[in-house]
């Protein structure tokens, strides 16, 4: 697990820690960690909580950016090798 899907696994987990049912009472705790449901978290957070929690959730949202981020630069790099790869496969075949 990469540092920033660690981070936004542990703001996840905080979340649930310190609103709990109070807030969260419609989300799982023991739901995998996406950002598309860290996301969903991190609204309930503004929608429903006090300054702390939307100071949380912006936390959230910054980690669920970085995620994404990271998975794309990850994406973009794989298919540039296989890019790459077939590239070189096909002139040594010609």
């Known amino acids: 697990m990469s540092d920033t899907a660690e981070r936004l696994a542990r703001l996840y987990g905080e979340a649930f ?3 709990g049912t109070a807030l969260l009472w419609s989300k799982r ?3 995998p960690v996406t950002p598309a449901g860290a996301a969903v978290v ?3 957070l503004r929608r ?3 300054h702390a929690a939307w100071a949380l959730a912006r936390e959230i949202d910054a980690a669920c950016a ?3 981020e990271a998975a ?3 994406d973009a790099a794989d298919g540039s090798a296989k890019e790459g790869a077939a590239a070189a496969g096909g002139s040594a075949l010609a």
Do not use: H, I, K, N
Request: charged share 40%; no cysteine.
């Open 29 to 31: 705790a023991d739901a």
């Open 48 to 50: 429903e909580g006090d």
């Open 66 to 68: 970085e995620v994404v």
């Open 72 to 74: 794309a630069s990850r």
């Open 17 to 19: 820690a310190r609103y």
């Open 42 to 44: 991190a609204r309930t």
